[in-house]
């Protein structure tokens, strides 16, 4: 699969246009991650995306479905992570007026408007045994009802699902259901993270620039030898939306037409003695991860929302992320 010289869509786009074609993919890694998505996508099997956060998963679900059959149907995506238990139900299955306190009419849910097309759920590793229950019956039998409702829906749905949680781990420690894993995991795609297809990342600036430009109407027209240095030497672990949110913030603080390194406000590229992990310490992906974290919550004096804006991950996930790896704000 060729990519295009000039990439027209980025994560920064959310719309159903985004195809196989006009997705950014200058590596032969990434390059193989959307040939597999494209021979899948004409196939109507269940896809399970793998990949960290802000890897584009979304993005190629949406490319999935525009190359597949259900393409003139609705393509609806739902974020298991940002939605509390308690409204999940209700937003996946929609809810009868007077089904609860604020339901003052009826509300369809997302498999009710996804017939006919695809429903993308994205972090599905953050989704509840009680919800994960409920999915699999409207996935396997293509029924449901309402939150309080009795009549019995149908909804012809093609599942494409996302994580960058170790589904297998969640399987071991029984917080996820084996049967939902292997009704989902008819085909699985790993998605690499930005770090290992770094030709991507001049591209993907200068798209994101434009962007900008775009949207603040801004005039800046590139970035200078020193700042792409330092963006092709960072380790991006919140990988092309980390990237995005970067270039938007030097696009606002830039002084001039071209952003220089200082705009970019990146931690110093590490040094090859900092790389070694220290004597002791967690080695391990989830170890450098919570590592990465805390520095960045340090670096902002624990400040969530431009934490979780220079990690590009979700605020509600910043916050899983904490209380997972047990982070402490320093007295």
Known sequence: ????????????????????????????VFRKTLSLAASAATKDVAILLLGETGTGKNL?????????????????SVNC??????????????SEKG???????????????AHGGTLFLDEIGDMSPVAQAKVLRAFEYKQFERVGGEETLHADVRIIAATNRPLEQLLGGGRFREDLFYRMNEFTIEVPPLRARREE????????????????????????????????AHPW????????????RACVSAGGETIRAED???????????????????????????????????????????TSNLLGISR???????????????S
């Open 264 to 306: 970019l406000r990146l931690s110093p590229t590490p040094t090859s003695s900092d790389e070694i992990v220290p004597v002791g310490s967690d080695a391990t992906l989830a170890g450098v991860e919570a590592r990465h974290i805390e520095k960045v919550l340090n670096q902002t004096g624990w400040n969530k929302k431009e």
């Open 201 to 232: 990342i001049e591209p993907l600036v200068q798209a994101f620039i434009r962007e900008c430009n775009e949207r603040f109407g801004t005039r800046i027209r590139g970035v200078d030898a020193p700042a792409l240095i330092r963006l092709k």
């Open 99 to 113: 089904a609860y306190t604020s339901a003052d009419k009826l509300r369809k849910g997302k498999f009710e408007l």
């Open 60 to 76: 190629i679900a949406q490319a999935i479905h525009n190359a597949s059959r259900r393409r003139e149907k609705p393509f609806v």
């Open 1 to 28: 699969m060729s990519a295009p010289e000039q990439p027209t869509i980025t994560s920064a786009y959310r719309s159903v246009g985004v195809t196989f074609q006009s997705l950014v993919c200058n590596s032969d």
């Open 316 to 330: 509600p996930t910043l916050d899983r992320k904490i209380s997972e790896y047990n982070l402490r704000k320093p």
């Open 81 to 94: 992570s940002a939605i509390p238990d308690t409204l999940l139900e209700a937003e996946l299955f929609g």
């Open 237 to 248: 672990p919140g990988n092309v939306r980390e990237l995005r949110a970067v270039i938007k």
